[in-house]
């Protein structure tokens, strides 16, 4: 069983940053963040490899986030910047044994989600 911690949603103004935390338990798997605003889909934003060597990021997203591991901590960081009204969501860490990319139906684990509200 794998169980996934997540931490760091909040409050922030447009054009802020905020930076997300997702601790793993267990063998070091490929992590991803995914988001839903309430009634729209869950969309991807960005994934990591397990090595950490492979990543991918959603067109709406990519030059303002950076997803990055701590491998000795088993933790997956999503650091935003210049956040965005639509912005706001809730982030849902994923993990998986294999890269799983952009596809949620790759991934077999996944946190209870962590809210983030951007302000205009």
């Known amino acids: 069983q794998v169980q996934l911690v997540e931490s760091g949603g909040g409050l922030v103004q447009a054009g802020g940053s905020l930076r997300l935390s997702c601790v793993a338990s267990g063998r070091p798997y490929t992590m991803a963040w995914f988001r839903q605003a309430p009634g729209k889909d869950r969309e991807f934003a960005a994934a990591l490899s397990a090595t950490g060597r492979t990543r991918d990021y959603a067109d709406s997203v990519k030059g303002r986030f950076t997803i990055s591991r701590d491998a000795a901590k088993n933790t997956v960081y999503l650091q935003m910047n210049s956040l965005k009204p639509e912005d706001t969501a809730v982030y849902f860490c994923?993990?998986?044994?294999?890269?799983?990319?952009?596809?949620?139906?790759?991934?077999?684990?996944w946190g209870q989600g962590t809210q983030v509200t951007v302000s205009s």
């Open positions: 994923a993990a998986d044994r294999d890269y799983g990319g952009r596809y949620s139906q790759n991934y077999a684990y």
